[in-house]
């Protein structure tokens, strides 16, 4: 069995991005890393070239600046990546993910117990949303509670805007994966950047999806997802990781949007008929 592990990232020093963790994470468990470094305007590329390992192997593109319409940049981003893996499966990480030194074993086997099964055409893993510090993380149908982020590659996939993979059955219509959820967790980090960074990223990102930029204030949260996070974090993060104490705290006269409202109620459904509502870009095999 061979992994690859793939990601694309493009200014992931300005943008505040882990990169650098989000890469070591997976490394010990991978047998080849491909990176598609896209033109940046800080240091990403020669970062990612000091990483010492041999698994690592770096493609660098230049992005379509004209290509704006519902993110398919990014798709063809991660596809650049993701057709240049050799591997039986596809690791999909990206730059402000994480996983934990304590499941690279279970991930390992899960991959090693499910390459000959054909009804398992991909793999999911749990989330865990960081949000305005380390401490505290979203609990909400709002937000993926899961997601698949290693499929094989002998399965004819591509990812649209770069969010999730579609599976081409037939020439016509693309179809969600089959994946099995591994218990384990993806640790997210993207929202523990600074507010600064944050926005940039916001800036960079919304003019491929033909939409302006929001400005991002983190206290504009429901607080009632907000929980508290008393578990370890990976080793490779905890120097990126700003010092903080106790749960991130939002505006207190806050009023919800019609989103975080709408998330309310999604949250009392679940609880009272113990369901989960959350969205999920794959289809659940055991």
């Known amino acids: 069995m061979k992994i690859s592990a793939f990601t694309f990232i493009r200014n992931g020093q300005i943008l505040g991005y882990p990169f650098i963790e989000s890469i070591n ?3 010990p468990i991978v047998d080849e890393f491909v990176i598609n470094v896209g033109e940046s305007e800080d ?4 970062l990612i ?7 690592i192997r770096i493609i660098e593109s230049s992005w379509n600046e004209n290509m704006t319409d519902k993110g398919y940049v990014y798709g063809q981003q991660k596809m650049i990546a993701q057709f240049s893996c050799t591997g039986d499966w596809l690791f999909y990480v990206e730059g402000d993910e994480v996983y934990h030194e304590k499941d690279l074993k279970t991930l390992h086997e899960q991959m090693y117990l499910s390459l000959m099964d054909k009804k398992i055409e991909a793999l999911a893993v749990k989330f865990l949303h960081f949000y305005g510090n ?10 993926y509670r899961s997601e698949a982020r290693i499929i094989k590659s002998s399965i004819r996939s591509y990812a649209p805007d770069g969010l999730f993979w579609l599976v081409l059955g037939t020439n016509k219509r693309g179809r969600y994966p089959f994946a099995k959820l591994v218990d384990i967790y993806c640790y997210h ?17 919304n003019k491929y999806w033909s939409s302006s930029a929001q400005k991002i204030d983190y206290r504009k949260m429901d607080q009632q997802i ?10 490779v993060i905890k120097k990126w990781l700003p010092k903080s104490y106790g749960i991130f705290e939002t505006y207190q ?19 009272l008929f113990g369901i989960e509502l959350s969205k999920k870009h794959y289809k659940s095999v055991k």
């Open 25 to 27: 994470s997976v490394l």
């Open 49 to 55: 070239k000091s990483i010492k390992s041999d698994k």
């Open 43 to 46: 240091n990403t590329l020669e």
């Open 226 to 235: 907000l929980k508290k996070y008393d578990g370890d974090h990976p080793k």
């Open 253 to 271: 006269d806050y009023k919800l949007t019609k989103k975080q409202k709408k998330h309310r109620v999604m949250l009392y459904l679940e609880s």
């Open 134 to 143: 380390g401490n505290s993380f979203l609990e909400s149908p709002g937000w």
């Open 189 to 205: 980090y993207g929202w523990v950047r600074n507010e600064d960074q944050m926005n940039l990223k916001s800036s960079q990102v």
